[in-house]
Nanobody, 125 residues
Framework: EVQIVESGGGLVQAGGSMRLSCTAS????????VGWFRQAPGKEREKIAC????????TYTESTLRRFTIWDDKTKNTLYLQIEPVEPEDTAVYYC??????????????????WGKGTLVTVSS
């Protein structure tokens, strides 16, 4: 059984930084596309960034390029996301998901195959 698990969420003050992690059991991320998405209260899910795991190719959106960084660690089968500086509008549930192509990341990740349950990030102003 494939399980995707996000961690690292919590309460953070605006202006600070937040690092999220995503691991998988029953599945190896390498050579697959893995990405971060988020859903804020009352809003639709949106893509943050995706990466071809172990290959370095990344895609961001126009709004996430400046403050978000995605990277991976093959030795740990783990995906990371750094947000710096965090802003109050970053309050959301952050999800990790995996698919086979970068195109799977588009359209709010509708093509991604496996999803985690999410980790909540709350930013205080």
């Amino acid at each position: 059984e494939v399980q995707i698990v996000e961690s690292g969420g919590g309460l953070v003050q605006a202006g600070g930084s937040m690092r999220l992690s995503c691991t998988a059991s029953g599945f190896t991320f390498e050579n697959n596309v893995v990405g971060w998405f988020r859903q804020a209260p009352g809003k639709e899910r949106e893509k943050i960034a995706c990466i071809t795991f172990g290959r370095g190719k990344t895609t961001y959106t126009e709004s996430t390029l400046r403050r978000f960084t995605i990277w991976d660690d093959k030795t740990k089968n783990t995906l990371y996301l750094q947000i710096e500086p965090v802003e109050p509008e970053d309050t959301a549930v952050y999800y990790c998901a995996t698919g086979t192509r970068h195109e799977d990341c588009a359209d709010r990740g509708s093509g991604m195959q496996y999803w985690g349950k999410g980790t909540l990030v709350t930013v205080s102003s």
